[in-house]
């Protein structure tokens, strides 16, 4: 069997790709661009439920309903999910990835 030859078209892709390796390296793939979508979809939607439900926590530990260290729990819960994209960037910056 005859090794085949590369074409000029193949060649010449291959030496633009190795030339300009910002436009080789593989961008955000469907599903990182979609689950990041996601993400923002769902803080957004959740946003003015957080406030609503810091504010029933507030009023529930200020009527001795629930202990104080619930709420701060509570409230803590809701700062790591709506803080969780600037703690990963920190966590990635701090490894170098």
């Known amino acids: 069997?005859?090794?085949?030859m590369a074409t000029p078209t193949t060649a010449l892709s291959m030496a633009f790709a190795l030339a300009i390796p910002g436009l080789a390296a593989a961008q955000a793939g469907p599903f990182s661009a979609g689950a990041v979508a996601l993400q923002n979809n769902?803080?957004?939607i959740l946003a003015p439920i957080a406030v609503i439900?810091?504010?029933?926590?507030?009023?529930a530990a200020w009527f001795n309903r629930i202990s104080w260290a619930w709420m701060v729990g509570g409230?803590?819960?809701?700062?790591?999910?709506?803080?969780a994209?600037?703690?990963?960037?920190?966590?990635?910056?701090?490894?170098?990835?």
């Open 1 to 4: 069997m005859p090794k085949r």
């Open 42 to 44: 769902l803080l957004t």
């Open 53 to 59: 439900a810091v504010m029933i926590l507030g009023v």
């Open 75 to 83: 409230i803590g819960g809701i700062v790591l999910v709506f803080g």
């Open 85 to 97: 994209p600037q703690v990963v960037a920190w966590v990635r910056a701090l490894f170098g990835v």
